[in-house]
């Protein structure tokens, strides 16, 4: 592994691939589907796009210093933490929990963006 941020979004990523996988698991066993936006989300914001910042960030490990990898990695952790068992509530009828998955769905689109600020950064060597 090139860099320890790149290594830190990759366990994340593996962590979280296997809670959603237990979860698509639960949902084929009880035949319960109503939370598979639930298990795609988390799947999706934990696995699949916490993986494509880890190659970004293996791949160009002259943006792979400083604070702003650190506070994506956060961000995108947090929003996907927080935004699989709100939704998982939402879906099963507790609509109170859809404030937590509006901040979380946020905290992503905040991290896409720090993304490309990273991206767009003109001191950084690629
Ligand atoms: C052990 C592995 C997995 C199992 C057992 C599993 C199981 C399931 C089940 C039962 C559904 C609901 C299907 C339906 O109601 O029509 C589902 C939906 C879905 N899964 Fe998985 N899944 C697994 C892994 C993954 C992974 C790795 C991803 C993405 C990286 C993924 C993405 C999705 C998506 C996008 C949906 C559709 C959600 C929706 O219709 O709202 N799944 N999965």
């Known amino acids: 592994m090139s860099n320890s941020i790149s290594l ?31 298990h795609a989300h988390l799947n999706l914001i934990g696995f699949v796009v916490m993986c494509v910042y880890g190659i970004f960030f293996a791949l160009n490990p002259g943006r792979s210093t400083g604070r702003l990898p650190k506070i994506l990695w ?18 099963n009828g507790h609509p109170s929990f859809e404030p937590l998955v509006a901040a979380a769905s946020f905290l992503a689109l905040l991290g896409a ?13 690629a």
């Open 113 to 125: 963006i720090l993304f490309a600020v990273l991206l767009f950064q003109p001191t950084a060597t």
């Open 8 to 38: 830190l979004f990759f366990r994340t990523a593996a962590v979280l691939l296997i809670v959603g996988m237990i979860f698509g698991i639960y949902m084929s066993a009880s035949g319960n589907h109503a939370a598979a936006a639930a």
């Open 74 to 91: 956060a961000l995108n952790t947090i929003a996907a933490v927080v935004m699989f068992p709100s939704l998982v509530l939402l879906l």
